[in-house]
């Protein structure tokens, strides 16, 4: 049997830095304007830690995932590993975070899209490169009858909102990132 969390230390301890991990309505636009980067890739592993509270009495859990794969804007070849809170850890320690992917989603092998943005503290003085928009900044992908890569869909207010071709998704990035990007240029006069 699962320990339950103990929820208002957490409260306590790290209300900032979990609401940062609360799922958004985000476009594309809105999660390259808001997260570091965007890697498409294979999950090479999947780690589960423990970080004691100051309290004494009790942890926290983040599952890291290491993907190996590209940047979705620049295509250089990247490894990464981004975290996000929950995770359980042998003899049934740690708890699973509802914002969390799935199971499914974080199985080493999987390709896998992910938006990620530096976090100093994710809760208990965790620092680590946290999975922007918890789990709606993980995307899934399958390969098509003709071989093209597919990033899957999540459906309205998600950054993905219908299946694209990870081709189409990268072109539509670099567009959207060199667009915000002129936006943030100061004019000259």
Known sequence: MLKRLHFLPLLALGFAAIATASIERLDLRQMIARSEAGVYGEIISHDVVAVPLPDGGHEMTFTTL??????????????????????????????????????????????????YKWSDNMGGGFAANALYASHGGLFRSFTDKRGRVVVQGRGKGYAIAKNTRLDDLRKQAKAHHAAIQREQTPKKK
Request: net charge neutral; glycine share 16%; aromatic share 6%.
């Open 66 to 115: 290491r993907v190996r794969g590209s940047d979705v804007i620049s295509g250089k070849e990247v490894t990464v590993a981004v975290s996000y809170p929950g995770g359980v850890l042998p003899g049934d320690r740690g708890g699973y975070n509802s914002e969390a992917p799935s199971v499914d989603d974080v199985k080493v092998g999987n390709r896998v899209l992910v938006f």
